[in-house]
């Protein structure tokens, strides 16, 4: 399996910058996809970008142009650069992993603790 940790969240003012930042360790044989959530109150966890599992970057509508998702293969590591942020981006965030294991192949899927994001003034 692989755990992730995550870091990077916290209060900005809108039309701020955040980065997110989401670790992973452990034994695999591969990484399918890796990719952000987001659950505010009320709301259902909802996508907001990810790798698939064809290496392309995809977007929810709602952070298209102000959200880049990023990785770092020999860190295995993942960022989420938070540009623009308005009130609604609040949320906590979650990183997501799934894949095959090492021995066996068998599927897996991982997620961070969550960090929270405050956009307020």
């Known amino acids: 399996q692989v755990q992730l940790v995550e870091s990077g969240g916290g209060l900005v003012q809108p039309g701020g910058s955040l980065r997110l930042s989401c670790a992973a360790s452990?034994?695999?044989?591969?990484?399918?996809?890796m990719g952000w959530y987001r659950q505010a109150p009320g709301n259902e966890r909802e996508l907001v970008a990810i790798f698939t599992t064809g290496g392309r970057a995809s977007y929810a509508d709602s952070v298209q142009g102000r959200f880049t998702i990023s990785r770092d293969n020999a860190k295995n590591t993942v960022y989420l650069q938070m540009n623009s942020l308005k009130p609604e981006d609040t949320a906590v965030y979650y990183c997501?992993?799934?894949?095959?294991?090492?021995?066996?192949?068998?599927?897996?899927?991982?997620w961070g603790q969550g960090t929270q994001v405050t956009v307020s003034s």
């Open positions: 452990g034994r695999f044989f591969s990484i399918n996809t």
């Open positions: 997501k992993t799934d894949g095959l294991s090492s021995i066996i192949r068998t599927p897996f899927t991982s």
